[in-house]
């Protein structure tokens, strides 16, 4: 996880500060630090999706979604174009993790849930969230540099 003069950042922030730090993002500002701090622990620490995930679909929005001040066609295309990619990433973590919300895995990253996920299987249970926020940050990076050759 991100840290920063003495504050420790949630997984949702620590993503969106990396992929930042990597290349700055278009349209990035206090706001979505301000979305990101309340996106941790599965949203609030609800345990609904994980922070890691949501840190990465704000990274996908801010390259790829739409203002709503675009034409018509451009509004169409870039928001078909956007959900895409945040679909995609939603099934590659899900493949390689087992799920894509907090509290399911929590459970499998405290062994109380079956292991599910391909880089998960045949590994002791243990808590991954910083791999969660790697993955993503890597993820996102990769689909950022596909997209602009």
């Not at 993955?135 to 990769?142: E, F």
Request: net charge neutral; aromatic share 8%; with cysteine.
């Amino acid at each position: 996880m991100e840290e920063k003069d003495g504050r420790s950042f949630n997984c949702a922030e620590s993503v969106v500060i990396r992929v930042h730090r990597d290349r700055p993002l278009p349209g990035f500002s206090d706001s979505c630090m301000k979305v990101a701090s309340n996106l941790g622990g599965g949203v609030a620490g609800f345990g609904e999706i994980c922070g890691a995930v949501s840190g990465a679909v704000m990274s996908l929005s801010l390259l790829f979604g739409t203002t709503g001040s675009e034409q018509i066609d451009e509004f169409k295309a870039q928001r078909t174009k956007s959900r895409e990619a945040i679909k995609l990433f939603l099934q590659n973590f899900t493949d390689d993790w087992g799920s894509v919300r907090c509290s399911s895995l929590k459970a499998m990253d405290d062994g109380k849930a079956p292991q599910e996920g391909a880089h998960r299987i045949g590994t002791p249970p243990r808590n991954l969230c910083d791999t969660y926020v790697d993955w993503a940050v890597k993820k996102i990076i990769s689909v950022r540099n596909g997209f602009e050759k």
